[in-house]
């Protein structure tokens, strides 16, 4: 398998901090497409009308929390299969 750096990466935690943390780790890491939501809902809304690659999120936020975005996720056939990573501190 082939290292893409353009892999379209969705990073969502509620604090500002940790999604500049988590920019910076993968931009070290040679992935350039970095975007960012604050939380499950906004998340949510962004992948459901413009396609990642893969998603790391927190588990601890308001709105949505990362277990419920991701049991969302998989309840619809257009991202049940897409890569998820849940983080938390």
């Known amino acids: 398998m082939e290292f893409r750096a353009d892999i379209r990466i969705l990073v969502v935690d509620d604090f500002p901090s940790m999604r500049t943390l988590f920019r910076k780790m993968l931009l070290n890491l040679g992935l350039t497409n970095v975007i960012d939501a604050e939380n499950g809902e906004q998340a949510f809304e962004f992948i459901s009308g413009s396609p990642?690659?893969?998603?790391?999120?927190?588990?601890?936020?308001?709105?949505?929390?990362?277990?419920d975005l991701l049991r969302q996720m998989r309840s619809k056939d257009s991202l049940k299969l897409l890569p998820f990573l849940m983080v938390t501190g």
């Open 52 to 67: 990642v690659d893969l998603v790391i999120s927190d588990w601890n936020m308001p709105k949505i929390s990362g277990i």
